[in-house]
Every structure is written in C-alpha cells, then in structure tokens.
C-alpha cells in the first residue's frame, strides 16, 4: 500500500514541478510578446510624427514626440525584466520606466519654454493634427495591450506602463488642440500646449511612482 501512494504522491509532485516552470516559461513568453507589440506600435507612431514635426515645427507635437519615444524605450527594461523570470527585475524594470517618463517630461518641457523665449509658429497644421491622431490611436492600442497584460500576469511595471500609455492617447489629443487653435491665429498656443503636456506627464510620473514604488516594496 505504500508503495502505490508513494508512486501517486511522487507522479503528482513531480507534474506540479513541471507546471510551475511552464507557468513561468509561459509568463516570460506572454510579457515578452506585449512588450515588442507596444514597442512596434509606439515607434511607428513615432516615426511618423518625426517626420510631421521636421515638417511643422510644432513645439506641442515634439513633446508629444519626446514622451512617445521615451515611452517606446522602456520596453527595453521591462522586457529584460521578463526574460529574467525575475519578480525583483520586473519591479527594478518599473523605476527606469518611471525616470524614462520625468525625462521626457523634462524635455518636453524645455521646448516648451525655449519656445517662448524663441517664438516659431508652426506650420503644416492639418500634418500636425494628423500626427496628434497617430499618437493618440497608437498609445490606445499600446495601453490595452499593457494593461491586459500586465493584469494577467500581475506585472506592475506593464500595469504602470499601461496606464502611462492610457494617459499618453488623451496628451496626443492635445496636440490636434493646439493646431486648431493656433489655425485661428493663436500663435502662443503651440507652446502653452506644450507646457500643459508636461505638466500632465509629470503627474503620470507621479502616478506611475506609487505604483512601481508598492511593488519594490513586496518584491524588492
């Protein structure tokens, strides 16, 4: 008799064993794949806005651009973090998405201010709205793709990653704003847009911290 339950309690410890590598082979592979999916969007937005803001000049659209840029970065350590396996790397990964998006802010909002002091009105404007539309569409996508990821798989650096993203898509609105208005002869709108947009990526940053800051707190 003990044979026979020595037999069954092995088969079923050692079929859990596998389960769990697969669980965590299949986590990688999950995280990984939303990564290079949000990467790929992102810097086909990009590319195309680079191209929009060489053409126009829009201060509003480069902050725009900066962030989004920024934002397609931080897959680099997020997707290290999963290949890992790692829980600690994944909340390590969450703070250079965290610095990755006060950077762009304080980019961002430089060109806003040397706008200012240097006033260019923009061209191209309907170029210009366009490209605001491609940051908001591609940062839609990008974020239910994190945020249904990361949920999944219970990753905060994809969850902040997420919502950063969410935040970004109506940022990108502000740019289609900001053509308009200066369409009517509002010239100094370009730069205060480009401010507002800085203003709003530093509370995404705030935000993203809290987030990132509970999971080192469990993991780090």
Same mark, same amino acid.
């Given at each position: 008799?003990?044979?026979? *339950?020595?037999? @069954?309690?092995?088969?079923?410890? /050692?079929?859990?064993? @596998?389960?769990?590598?697969? *669980?965590?082979?299949?986590?990688?592979?999950? $995280?990984? =794949?939303?990564?290079? &999916?949000? !990467? %790929?969007?992102?810097?086909?937005?990009?590319? +195309?806005?680079?191209?929009?803001? #060489? !053409?126009?000049?829009?201060?509003?659209?480069?902050?725009?651009?900066?962030?989004?840029?920024?934002?397609?970065?931080?897959?680099?350590?997020?997707?290290?973090?999963?290949? #890992?396996?790692?829980?600690?790397?994944?909340?390590?990964?969450? !703070?250079?998405?965290?610095?990755?998006?006060?950077?762009?802010?304080?980019?961002?909002?430089?060109?806003?201010?040397?706008?200012?002091?240097?006033?260019?009105?923009?061209?191209?404007?309907?170029?210009?709205?366009?490209? $605001? %539309?491609?940051?908001?569409?591609?940062?839609?996508?990008?974020?239910?793709?994190?945020? =249904?990821?990361?949920?999944?798989?219970?990753?905060?650096? #994809?969850?902040?990653?997420? /919502?950063?993203? =969410?935040?970004?898509?109506?940022?990108?609105? %502000?740019?289609?704003?900001?053509?308009?208005?200066?369409? +009517?002869?509002? *010239?100094?709108?370009?730069?205060?847009?480009?401010?507002?947009?800085?203003?709003?990526?530093?509370?995404?940053?705030? @935000?993203?911290?809290?987030?990132?800051?509970? &999971?080192?707190? &469990?993991?780090?």
């Amino acid at each position: 008799m003990h044979g026979p *339950e020595h037999s @069954h309690s092995h088969a079923e410890g /050692h079929g859990h064993s @596998h389960g769990l590598v697969d *669980e965590s082979i299949m986590r990688s592979r999950a $995280g990984v =794949r939303a990564v290079l &999916e949000s !990467l %790929a969007i992102l810097a086909l937005a990009a590319a +195309i806005q680079v191209g929009v803001y #060489l !053409l126009s000049g829009s201060v509003a659209l480069l902050a725009d651009l900066i962030h989004n840029i920024g934002d397609a970065l931080t897959a680099v350590p997020v997707g290290i973090a999963f290949l #890992l396996h790692s829980r600690k790397a994944e909340a390590y990964a969450g !703070l250079a998405v965290v610095a990755a998006i006060f950077i762009s802010a304080i980019a961002a909002g430089y060109e806003a201010i040397d706008r200012f002091i240097n006033p260019q009105t923009p061209t191209h404007l309907l170029a210009v709205a366009a490209a $605001g %539309a491609v940051g908001f569409l591609g940062n839609w996508i990008v974020a239910v793709i994190r945020l =249904r990821a990361g949920k999944r798989l219970d990753s905060a650096a #994809l969850i902040a990653d997420g /919502h950063h993203a =969410r935040a970004d898509a109506f940022v990108s609105l %502000a740019v289609i704003a900001s053509a308009a208005v200066v369409a +009517i002869g509002f *010239e100094v709108a370009d730069p205060l847009i480009g401010l507002a947009i800085t203003l709003v990526i530093l509370r995404i940053t705030w @935000h993203s911290w809290g987030t990132v800051r509970a &999971e080192l707190a &469990e993991n780090g």
